[in-house]
């Protein structure tokens, strides 16, 4: 059984682009995740993001040492037109993640990476608000996984060009402060764990 306590995060790098090429082209990331190949592909969508070049903010999922899933946050405000779709708060983050291996999903995992993604990435940055979520309408597994980390049902959303509605979520800064002891100095940013030592958005967040 996979260990919560574990979980941590790292920039994505260049070099990590065959592993996340071979979790987008598994049937369980794919049904809900539409960055898959080609590889061409793969490479625009996240090299810029690598580069600092697109604003949003790749990091690989760690149990241990061991990657095993993609997770990304933005600004909403940077994409307009999704903006312009959900209409949220003006100082939101949004969020994106799957797991990719195997083993790993369904085990429990979605939520507490929520959390510590939150806490450590997320609401270290003390002009974010709130972070929403917006898996596919029909992703129940997903949704239980993010009300279980703390997001609340906020509005159905039909964003153009994706096929299916999305079921937005919300969490505040201040439902997280005060629940998680470790986020009461989030006023204040902090490193985010795997970035001690140096060194828009798919269209549905997978389950994890």
Request: proline share 10%; aromatic share 8%; charged share 25%.
């Amino acid at each position: 059984m996979p260990n919560a306590d574990e979980i941590g995060f790292r920039p994505l790098a260049a070099a990590d682009l065959p592993l996340l090429r071979r979790w987008l082209a598994t049937d369980f990331v794919r049904e809900w995740y539409d960055d898959g190949p080609p590889d061409e592909a793969i490479a625009r969508e996240y090299l810029p993001k690598i580069r600092g070049e697109d604003p949003t903010r790749p990091f690989l999922i760690l149990l241990g040492e061991r990657p095993i899933g993609y997770i990304q946050t933005y600004r909403i405000a940077d994409s307009p037109d999704y903006a312009s779709a959900v209409r949220v708060d003006a100082d939101a983050a949004g969020v994106d993640l799957f797991i990719g291996e195997a083993d790993c999903i369904h085990r429990g995992l979605g939520a507490p990476i929520l959390r510590r993604f939150l806490c450590d990435i997320v609401f270290a940055a003390a002009d974010v608000g709130s972070c929403v979520i917006g898996p596919a309408a029909g992703n129940a597994i997903a949704i239980r996984a993010y009300e279980k980390a703390g997001f609340r049902y906020l509005k159905t959303v039909r964003v153009p060009g994706e096929p299916e509605p999305e079921y937005l979520m919300r969490i505040a800064r201040a439902d997280v402060v005060a629940t998680e002891p470790a986020a009461r100095e989030l006023t204040a940013p902090r490193p985010a764990i795997g970035e001690r030592a140096g060194n828009r958005r798919s269209s549905h967040a997978a389950p994890p």
